[in-house]
């Protein structure tokens, strides 16, 4: 069972309690979704209502693009994306989310409940 605390994710375990920082979390998601093919990077300047989605506190420690929420002892991620020109869109955000899931979990081991990948824009290389 899981719970957050500040800017923790907190396991506890039968020797005492692991606390991971929600900061590592995103990097791990973002080291993750950088190696998925046609996506070009993370939304760095995002304006409007969608920088009001992206957790602040995270944007200022350098985790720009990544939400992460705690819900029923899993993680729900949200991360604005780029994507290269002529991609299949829902292709390259199901293996996003395929990849997301499968770093986050397996180096936290905390559950993800779902990841959302918002495609906030494209580059042409």
Request: proline letters at 2%.
């Amino acid at each position: 069972m899981m719970s957050e605390n500040k800017d923790y994710v907190t396991l506890p375990e039968e020797n005492g309690s692991i606390h991971i920082s929600e900061e590592v979390i995103a990097a791990i998601a973002v080291g993750a979704v950088r190696e998925v093919e046609g996506i070009a990077g993370m939304m760095t300047g995002m304006g409007g209502s969608v920088t009001d989605l992206v957790n602040k506190k995270s944007a200022q420690k350098g985790t720009r693009g990544v939400k992460i929420d705690m819900t029923n002892d899993a993680l729900k991620l949200d991360l604005y994306v780029m994507v290269q020109y002529g991609v299949g869109i829902p292709e390259v955000a199901e293996n996003a989310q395929k990849a997301v899931i499968s770093a986050v979990e397996a180096m936290t081991g905390c559950s993800v409940e779902s990841v959302n990948i918002h495609v906030g824009g494209v580059t042409i290389a």
